[in-house]
């Protein structure tokens, strides 16, 4: 089947996967292609000047005299920069829209739209989303104000309220939430940057009696004053809430004296049946000595909620590792049997001679994703593995990964009991370790396909054997591996004395270990030259960046093939001979040399980094746009989903920016693999 008769279904699947740019270049391949590709260039539209809309504007308004308007197309509008739709025009241009499901106005205050068209319009009276601005001004705003401006848009299911300054944000209070609802009563979603006011003794009597909003499902709330008795309310309100997320990291100080919080927490028992549904808690808070954090804990754990995604921010003041030591280990123990996925983030530099060791406890069966960052924890790589068996991505940043001696010394025995792990993705952030953590990995997660190393420290005892430091990871199939700004130290004479090695040499088995002779041929099609048992892939060689301001910074460059054929024939000739011991006055001690004498220590000590295979690796100095790839990969591989279409992730069509502004990002392979699926399934 040539590409010109490909089925509209599967063409319409493709389009939904590429950029603009690649839309437009098959819209105009041939005249089978130009409808698809052409529809869903128009259904996510985003305009940032106003020359963009009046471009908008004028061509909607040519096409209705064409065969094929393109008004009925757009299915959402996002405003950007400084476009604000005239209110004279405001009627007309959404009436051109007929199916504008999705609307974000961007900096466009509420109070610049049209009364009158909110009252007779259909588009608007019809839209499902909503993100609009609250102003700025020296004169008050009012809830009755905002109520009133969603009276007419009944069939709103998303809502977000964007605060644009603290200063006078606007209160609500519990009877706000009711008129809301009465108004909106298909309001699933709800996002908002408001404050709360204090709930007194009286309005707390009526909250068992609130009528509940049975729609709303997600709550996301950033705050600017609240009472914790708030979530007392949401606990009657919201019966069938979902998702909360709560940053009260903007909330002014104040201190909730201890009675009251035990009044607070001794309150919500008794609703035992609130937020039974939920299953995401989000909270993102200032600092330890907020003790708002504390009566969220008191109001989440008593009520023995199922939750199964859980996030903790904290923000601005220093805390202990201790701290969040207690935050994890409380969150294991609560949610064990049911948390799929924990993010804890702190703000904590980590210190290895004041660090904090934490062992993960209970047993968390279900537990998928993992995330710790800047808790100042050392964290032991064999224990994450044993209690929490279900693990398919780990993310450390700013810590230690380390292993126990007992765990390293296991390996025959867990080879005797195949104690595999499925841990596929393993990404390193600013991070202290050694080589005995990537062998223990290598050899238990025999399922881990993709690594991204940034900023480490690996410090290992130099081999007496080899005189270089090996490691070992030569059980693993990369699929991807990307490796940038990794400094390695050997340790001399067993003493804690270290000197900094500047040489990686990054390798592959030239036969797989993996029994899976079928898994082994997706990794086939790249070639190296072959030495020994080996595949050298590259040479890279660390130093300090004279361009940079600060002396600390450091790069890494790729060597060339006639250097690395210099620096390989030097090792393998001198592999028999005995290594010279480095001098400690040679300057190298815990620093890199600097760019202009990098050739002088090309005949030095090295790292080889050796896998098993590497399909696709990220070097420094490769033009890459891979951070959008790391955030996305989790959900491609476990949640059968490329990239989500909502209203903050649309491509510009009248933006004039080119791709360098894209919000969203898909490799290569991912783009065609439905593709390639489709088109084997007409096949059969």
């Known amino acids: 089947m040539p590409a010109s008769e490909l089925p509209l279904e599967i063409l319409l699947q493709i389009a939904e996967l590429l950029l603009t740019n690649d839309r437009r270049s098959c819209a105009l391949t041939c005249k089978g292609w130009r409808y698809p590709f052409q529809e869903f260039l128009w259904k996510h539209i985003h305009v940032d000047s106003m020359n963009n809309f009046e471009t908008l504007f004028n061509t909607i308004e040519d096409s209705r005299i064409m065969s094929k308007s393109y008004g009925p197309l757009v299915r959402s509008l996002r405003l950007c920069g400084e476009c604000i739709i005239p209110s004279i025009q405001q009627d007309h241009f959404l009436r051109s829209l007929p199916n504008l499901k999705h609307l974000d106005l961007g900096r466009m205050s509420y109070k610049l739209i049209n009364p009158e068209m909110t009252r007779i319009n259909d588009t608007w009276m019809s839209l499902e989303s909503l993100r609009i601005k609250i102003p700025h001004s020296g004169i008050e705003e009012t809830t009755e104000e905002i109520i009133e401006f969603l009276t007419n848009i009944s069939k709103l299911q998303k809502i977000e309220l964007i605060q644009c300054s603290w200063n006078n944000s606007i209160k609500y209070m519990l009877d706000d939430f009711d008129k809301i609802h009465q108004k909106l009563q298909q309001l699933s979603c709800m996002k908002a940057s408001i404050s709360l006011g204090n709930i007194l003794h009286p309005a707390q009597l009526m909250i068992p009696n609130t009528i509940p909003a049975l729609a709303l499902t997600r709550l996301d709330l950033n705050l600017r004053d609240w009472d914790p008795l708030w979530l007392y309310y949401f606990g009657h309100k919201y019966p069938n809430l979902r998702f909360i997320k709560l940053d009260i990291s903007h909330v002014r100080e104040c201190k909730i004296p201890e009675e009251v919080m035990r009044r607070n927490s001794a309150l919500f028992l008794y609703n035992p049946d609130a937020m039974q549904y939920l299953e995401t808690f989000n909270l993102i808070t200032k600092d330890i000595s907020d003790s708002s954090h504390v009566a969220l804990w008191d109001f989440i754990c008593p009520l023995n909620i199922q939750i199964k995604h859980l996030k903790y921010t904290m923000k601005h003041k220093n805390g202990g590792g201790h701290f969040f030591k207690m935050i994890i280990k409380g969150a294991l123990r609560t949610f064990a049997d049911t948390l799929e996925t924990l993010s804890v983030e702190g703000n904590v530099y980590f210190d290895s001679k004041y660090t904090s060791k934490i062992e993960l406890s209970p047993y968390c069966p279900l537990l998928v994703d993992l995330r710790i960052s800047n808790c100042g924890l050392s964290i032991d790589i064999s224990n994450i593995l044993d209690n929490c068996g279900s693990l398919r991505r780990l993310r450390l940043y700013n810590g230690e990964l380390c292993i126990s ?100 040499l990054l390798s592959q088995l030239n036969n797989s270990l993996s029994p899976n002779k079928n898994k082994q041929k997706e990794f086939t099609g790249l070639k190296f030259t072959v030495v020994d048992h080996t595949n050298h892939i590259a040479w890279l060689h660390t130093f300090h960046n004279i361009a940079h301001k600060r002396n600390s910074e450091t790069d890494i460059r790729r060597l060339s093939r006639q250097v690395s054929n210099t620096t390989l024939k030097h090792h393998q000739d001198s592999h028999t001979k005995k290594k010279p011991k480095v001098s400690k006055s040679t300057g190298l001690r815990n620093k890199y040399d600097s760019c202009e004498s990098w050739q002088d220590y090309l005949l030095e000590e090295y ?22 790839f790391w955030d996305e990969l989790y959900d491609r591989l476990f949640k059968n989903k490329i990239v989500a279409m909502d209203l903050c992730k649309t491509r510009p069509i009248f933006d004039g920016l080119g791709d360098q502004s894209i919000a969203y990002i898909l490799d290569y392979e991912a783009r065609l693999l439905l593709c390639t699926i489709n088109y084997r399934f007409l096949q059969q």
């Open 405 to 504: 001696q007992d765990a390293a010394n296991q390996k025959s025995k867990r080879q005797k009991d195949h104690q595999h792990h499925g841990l596929n993705i393993l990404e390193l952030h600013e991070v202290l370790t050694s080589d005995s953590v990537f062998k223990h990995i290598s050899f238990r997660c025999r399922h881990l396909q993709y690594m991204n190393l940034d900023t480490l420290t690996i410090v290992e005892s130099i081999s007496k054997k080899t005189g270089n430091l090996l490691i070992d990871m030569s059980h693993t199939l990369f699929k991807v591996l990307r490796l940038d700004n990794i400094q390695y130290y050997s340790l001399y004479d067993d003493t804690d004395d270290q000197i900094a090695i500047n040489l990686l």
């Open 607 to 628: 790292v080889e980094l050796r896998c098993g295979h590497v399909a696709k690796a990220i070097l420094p100095g490769l033009p890459s746009k891979d951070k959008e």
